[in-house]
């Protein structure tokens, strides 16, 4: 019993669950001076369809006004337009949706379980993930493009996948990225 209570705090400290809430990194910005366009972009509905999008919402908005801005697309960017000020405008709504799926090979990795309880370092793990980010793009109500966004990733971890999530997590960033450049490049085109 004694060596049991040993394990406890070792196991606490670990988390071996992937967040998904990954939100792509910021980008470096673009050249704001000249735009593609003199009208502003108001970011209209953003749904994320999960059980845990509180404040995780907010965040992809801000993260994606950020890009949008950084992009040159737009000569300004706002979550919010007061309609009396400004009567030419584009509009995006976005709904995104989100599938993580990870699996065990537990012929290797049983020991892990029994009787090298959380020492044993072969653990192997691999983890798909797939974002699908659905946006309408308006110009003063009027539908320009409509259009689904499917971006794919996958990775592997061999040893301490339970306890090592970091590379899962640059996965998740990095294809939710892929998603939002797609996105502006193809905002671009509709320009």
Same mark, same amino acid.
């Given at each position: 019993?004694? &060596? +049991?209570?040993?394990?406890v705090? #070792?196991?606490?400290?670990?988390?071996?669950?992937?967040? *998904?809430?990954?939100?792509?990194?910021?980008?470096?910005?673009? @050249?704001?001076?000249? %735009?593609?366009?003199?009208?502003?972009?108001?970011?209209?509905? #953003?749904e994320?369809?999960?059980?845990?999008?509180?404040?995780?919402?907010?965040?992809?908005?801000?993260?994606?006004?950020?890009?949008?801005?950084?992009?040159?697309?737009?000569?300004?960017v706002?979550?919010?337009?007061?309609?009396?000020?400004?009567?030419?405008?584009?509009?995006?709504?976005?709904?995104?949706k989100?599938?993580?799926?990870?699996?065990? @090979?537990?012929?290797?990795?049983?020991?892990?379980?029994?009787? #090298?309880?959380?020492?044993?370092?072969?653990?192997?793990?691999?983890?798909?993930?797939?974002?699908?980010?659905?946006? &309408?793009?308006?110009? @003063?109500? &009027?539908?320009?493009?409509?259009?689904?966004? %499917?971006?794919?990733?996958?990775?592997?971890? +061999? *040893?301490?996948?339970?306890?090592?999530?970091?590379?899962?997590?640059?996965?998740? !960033? !990095?294809? @939710?990225?892929?998603?939002?450049?797609?996105?502006i490049?193809?905002?671009?085109?509709? *320009?």
């Amino acid at each position: 019993m004694r &060596s +049991f209570a040993y394990y406890v705090p #070792f196991l606490l400290l670990f988390h071996c669950a992937v967040d *998904l809430r990954q939100v792509p990194p910021p980008s470096p910005n673009g @050249n704001t001076n000249r %735009t593609q366009t003199n009208l502003p972009l108001v970011i209209g509905k #953003f749904e994320i369809i999960s059980a845990d999008r509180g404040v995780y919402t907010d965040a992809w908005r801000m993260a994606l006004k950020g890009h949008l801005t950084s992009s040159g697309l737009f000569s300004n960017v706002v979550t919010e337009l007061d309609p009396k000020t400004t009567s030419d405008f584009y509009t995006i709504d976005i709904e995104m949706k989100t599938h993580y799926n990870d699996k065990y @090979n537990w012929w290797y990795t049983w020991p892990v379980l029994w009787p #090298f309880t959380g020492i044993w370092p072969i653990q192997y793990r691999e983890a798909e993930y797939k974002v699908e980010f659905k946006y &309408s793009f308006f110009k @003063n109500k &009027s539908l320009l493009k409509e259009e689904t966004i %499917t971006k794919k990733g996958e990775t592997h971890e +061999f *040893l301490y996948g339970l306890y090592k999530v970091r590379n899962f997590h640059r996965m998740i !960033e !990095e294809t @939710n990225l892929e998603a939002v450049r797609s996105c502006i490049q193809n905002l671009s085109e509709s *320009l």
